[in-house]
């Protein structure tokens, strides 16, 4: 069978009515006939012309889905510069959903405790209820605890996946979430040495509430530039 280098393998992306192949295992599958495979790009995230064998192991669904199509040629070997220290590599190859799935699964949480310790506070304010307010409290140090753990999760899918390139999106979200971070627990410390600082909205308190206000914004940033990153839009 034909052997694919990487950069040949790429011209086969489905453009300029090209066949789309896409790799895995090393070998090279012909996968035109695919409807979802019709426009070069799959779900909006797996380009054509690419060696797919990392994604598909985390995957919904096996590599007999790929069997199904014509192999085409195999894909030449190129060692990578960069090498994965054996502890990471053995826990990858165990656990694959590990090389793609430790970040998107933690990064929601964050984003709910944050968003909600905005929300409780507001209804808070607007009920008068202790109880929002309290809620609240709780919500941020969960989002402070949850944080430190999809920063933690996303530096290392940062690296395994990107190989640490400092795309846009990177550019955005390691610098903010930090200052969300340390945002969270400013204000967490002032409603333990202040437990009533929400209750009146005059000087502290009005810096307070903006301090809570911005978490929303921060989150809404953050996660879309990670959005962005995972399913990125095609320009026309």
Same mark, same amino acid.
């Given at each position: ?7 040949? %393998?790429?011209? /086969? =992306? ?22 979802? +495979?019709?426009?070069? $790009?799959? *779900? ?12 598909? #192991? ?6 007999? @889905? ?23 590599? +053995?826990?990858?190859?165990? /656990? ?14 964050? &984003? ?6 905005? $929300?409780? =506070?507001?209804?808070?304010? &607007? ?17 402070? %605890?949850?944080?430190? @753990?999809?920063?933690?999760?996303? %530096? /290392?899918? +940062? +690296?395994? =996946?990107? *190989?640490? #390139? ?9 610098? %903010? !979430?930090? &200052? *969300?971070?340390?945002?969270? $627990? ?5 409603? @333990? ?6 209750? !009146? ?6 810096? /307070?509430?903006?301090? @809570? ?24």
């Amino acid at each position: 069978m034909k052997e694919y280098t990487p950069d040949e %393998l790429s011209a /086969y =992306n489905g453009a300029n009515g090209n066949p789309v192949y896409v790799a895995y295992d090393g070998k090279v599958f012909d996968v035109s006939a695919s409807k979802l +495979w019709r426009s070069g $790009v799959h *779900m909006k995230r797996h380009h054509g012309g690419h060696e797919l064998t990392t994604d598909l #192991q985390a995957a919904p669904h096996e590599k007999d @889905v790929l069997e199904r199509y014509p192999q085409v040629g195999v894909l030449k070997r190129v060692v990578e510069e960069r090498e994965i220290p054996r502890p990471i590599d +053995w826990l990858i190859s165990r /656990y694959p959903m590990l090389r793609r799935h430790p970040h998107p699964m933690t990064v929601h949480f964050p &984003i709910v405790f944050m968003m909600s310790t905005t $929300v409780f =506070n507001l209804l808070y304010l &607007i009920t008068g209820v202790k109880a929002f307010e309290t809620t609240a409290f709780h919500c941020l140090g969960g989002g402070i %605890l949850f944080t430190v @753990v999809a920063i933690s999760t996303g %530096l /290392y899918t +940062w +690296w395994l =996946n990107y *190989m640490a #390139q400092m795309l846009k999106p990177v550019k955005i979200k390691i610098p %903010l !979430s930090i &200052i *969300m971070l340390a945002v969270g $627990v400013v204000i967490f410390i002032w409603r @333990v040495l202040v437990p009533d600082i929400m209750d !009146s909205l005059r000087g502290p308190g009005i810096v /307070y509430l903006l301090l @809570v206000l911005s978490l929303a914004v921060f989150v809404t940033i953050i996660g879309w530039n990670g959005a962005a990153m995972t399913f990125p839009v095609e320009k026309e």
